[in-house]
């Protein structure tokens, strides 16, 4: 007789599935299900990957599926081929794709529904005169009466309901009265759940109309659409990209059809989202790792049901299971935060959704002002579809950008703290004016370190080669690499000196804006300020009701964010976008100073940038100034031909970890080597990084350049090797060799 066998995906880092045997008193579960499975002593959650029939060798053992957990795949056949991409592309297993993919409370199976207790009367007591006599009997339990009048208060129906906390809290009675009349059998209560997710009751209004450069742009897109899969929608900050994809949206869903939205960063849901609510109502959906996992598990089952036609989420909105989707909106689709890092898999939710397109049969439109020189190249190539809105929304004119050389300004002493007297004096006539100011530097805390006015020692991180960063409000120094906390020390305990700060961040701009503007209201925006669940709301929301005056910020203020009144941006230290040791330094400091820059003058007159570096003479910030992103391109493309690096080559970054630094070095030369022998000179030396220890663990890098043209799929199977040669080596025990594809 043959075995029943199921290939299992478990949540873990393990290169393989497991097969497992299913009992003959259990049917035989579907592809994508859920089971429970035994795993050494513990039980397991995982997904039914294939099915198969066999008869296993006597000496094979094979452990038997205890339950399967869904009636229905939790898991479609798409996603399930979106995984093995994933896998396959990225170099990593197919469980840490699940692990990513699926909310915890799925891989758990720990969801649990959230109830509401409500209230009714008693079936007996049906009748206004039945009602009186209750009350009449209750006229001696002062208590019971007051609870009962008030339900009947609350409820102004025989038969209506009344949710639990408010009646108690209306009453003022404590809950063991209620359990009194639940018991005399006068009021009945029922546990009902409810939905987690937030419904939309604002004003609804339609689709605004489009000017003629955006129906042309629409036009276009459509026209793209009949040869591509795939279309670039190329238009300055301002031009009105979102009605465009408002009226996208609109023909998909007259269609029936499912809609994915795709930012980059959480903070852009905000504003967008109620956009987009205002116009579809609670046919939108929103998605980011800031729900919680009851959340998460309930939005996922809403996309796998019949709800959720627009979906507005970060890169994990990927793992969703759509089952009719066919628009896939990638906004600011040249943001690096698109490009997940740890842990994996460290994919790039862009790619991923054009290949998701393939699958579902739908169309990509990437939208941004600044596109990533890959995806330039691609659509200058005929590869993508291209789109350009090279005009504001209204005719209004691009900002203005007026760079201020701090060299200079320090050489003349006219400065106030980190700020410049002309800034100054720009930010003092905006503010006068009503108008308000958002301040750009794009580190948090007060200071990036602290030194010693002695010794100069600078206090590390015990885990890490870095330095801490010093938060003054809280008075701490924090690892921003691996979260170590520390209180500051009075004094150097080398030899007791004092410390002073070095740098400064987002806290310390604050300190020196409340100084200079003490009329002013402040606001900042970062991590530390953002930590809970609706603060990034709750200060967008104070900006634009233009309760805050200057709104200092990290990146988070760069981007997708809409406010009428702004009409002067800041950006206080460019060079640090600028000295990067990435290959892509300057191309980013390139779109996010042109996307900060975007934050000036969207209504009314033109708006002001004003830019404080050492460097004014920077290329970059020529192209910056006559916003000619066509020649900062065509310089970078020069560049990336010369020395090998994409969109002509593919770079594989491997990382090696581990706690003891010989091993290290081991495992690091001897995987060089062997790369060298089949690669040549497409492998690097090896390189130190500039956080050369984390985590009590020492780093080295290893990058492979792979010619675009190359296959790919041989060379990482060629790596694949490599990398398990090395990692069975005795010298090189405990290696961690972690691959980057697409760095």
């Known amino acids: 007789m043959k075995d029943r066998l199921v290939d299992i995906i478990l949540p873990l880092a393990i290169a393989d599935v497991y097969t497992y045997r299913v009992p003959e008193d259990i049917p035989y579960p579907q592809i994508g299900v859920r089971v429970l499975v035994p795993l050494g002593k513990k039980q397991i959650t995982g997904v039914v990957y294939r099915s198969h029939e066999g008869q296993l060798p006597n000496h094979v053992k094979v452990r038997d599926i205890s339950q399967i957990l869904d009636t229905t795949p939790v898991v479609t056949t798409l996603q399930l081929r979106l995984w093995e991409w994933l896998s396959s592309y990225y170099m990593c297993t197919l469980g840490e794709v699940l692990s990513a993919a699926l909310p915890a409370g799925i891989i758990d199976d720990d969801y649990t529904a959230l109830t509401v207790h409500y209230l009714h009367l008693h079936p007996s007591i049906q009748s206004e005169q039945a009602l009186q006599d209750v009350l009449q009997q209750l006229h001696r339990a002062k208590a019971q009466e007051k609870l009962l009048r008030t339900f009947v208060q609350l409820a102004q129906r025989l038969d209506a309901q009344v949710e639990r906390r408010v009646l108690l809290e209306s009453s003022g009675v404590s809950g063991t009265v209620l359990r009194i009349l639940i018991d005399k059998q006068i009021l009945c209560e029922e546990e009902r759940p409810i939905s987690r997710l937030r419904q939309y009751d604002g004003a609804r209004c339609a689709a605004h109309d489009l000017d003629e450069q955006q129906q042309q742009a629409l036009a276009a897109i459509h026209q793209s659409w009949e040869s591509k899969t795939v279309t670039l929608l190329h238009g300055v900050t301002s031009s009105g990209k979102t009605e465009v994809y408002i009226h996208l949206i609109e023909e998909a869903l007259k269609k029936g059809e499912q809609v994915l939205y795709l930012v980059p960063e959480i903070a852009l849901t905000t504003q967008l989202t109620d956009r987009l609510r205002s116009v579809f109502g609670n046919q939108v959906l929103v998605y980011h790792s800031r729900f919680s996992s009851s959340e998460r598990v309930e939005i996922y089952h809403e996309v796998r049901g019949a709800g959720g036609k627009v979906i507005i989420g970060a890169r994990s909105a990927i793992f969703l299971p759509f089952h009719d989707l066919r628009l896939i909106i990638v906004d600011e689709e040249h943001e690096p935060s698109y490009k997940q890092q740890d842990p994996a898999p460290r994919y790039h939710g862009r790619s991923a959704a054009i290949m998701m397109a393939q699958w579902y049969d739908a169309k990509v439109l990437l939208g941004t002002a600044t596109p990533a020189i890959e995806t330039y190249y691609n659509a200058m190539c005929g590869k993508y579809g291209y789109v350009h809105m090279s005009q ?352």
């Open 392 to 743: 504001r929304f209204k005719g209004l004119e691009l900002p203005h950008i007026t760079m201020i050389d701090l060299q200079r300004q320090y050489h003349r002493k006219e400065m106030y703290g980190h700020f410049s007297d002309p800034l100054v004096f720009r930010m003092r006539e905006e503010i006068a004016k009503g108008k308000q100011v958002i301040l750009f530097q794009n580190r948090r805390g007060y200071a990036p370190f602290i030194q010693c006015t002695h010794c100069g020692e600078v206090p590390k991180c015990p885990n890490c080669d870095v330095s801490m960063t010093y938060h003054k409000n809280t008075q701490i120094l924090v690892c921003h690499c691996c979260g170590h906390a520390m209180h500051v020390p009075p004094v150097c305990p080398k030899c007791h000196a004092s410390y002073r700060t070095h740098g400064f961040g987002t806290e310390r701009l604050e300190e020196e804006i409340q100084e200079l503007f003490p009329m002013a209201r402040v606001a900042r925006m970062d991590l530390d300020t953002t930590r809970k669940k609706d603060t990034y709301q709750q200060i967008i929301n104070q900006f634009a009701a233009h309760e805050v005056d200057i709104l200092i910020g990290t990146q988070m203020v760069t981007k997708g964010l809409h406010f009428d009144d702004v009409s002067l941006v800041a950006v206080l230290q460019a060079d640090t976008l600028l000295n990067q040791p990435d290959f892509r330094s300057y191309e980013h400091a390139f779109h996010m100073l042109e996307q900060v820059s975007g934050r000036a003058g969207r209504t009314g007159r033109q708006g002001e940038v004003m830019i404080q570096t050492f460097d004014p003479e920077n290329p970059v910030f020529t192209y910056l100034k006559a916003h000619d992103y066509q020649g900062f391109y065509a310089q970078q493309l020069d560049e990336r031909k010369l020395f090998s690096y994409p969109p002509y080559y593919r770079i594989i970054c491997l990382t090696l970890r581990h706690r003891d630094l010989g091993r290290l070095e081991a495992a690091s030369q001897l995987l060089q080597q062997r790369m060298k022998q089949s690669f040549g000179n497409r492998v690097s030396g090896i390189i130190l990084p500039s956080v050369a220890r984390a985590n009590n663990q020492h780093i080295r890098q290893i990058r492979l350049r792979i010619e675009s043209t190359a296959n790919i799929s041989r060379a990482k199977m060629l790596l694949q090797s490599h990398m398990d040669y090395v990692q069975q080596q005795p010298a090189c025990k405990g290696t961690t060799i972690v691959p980057d594809v697409d760095v």
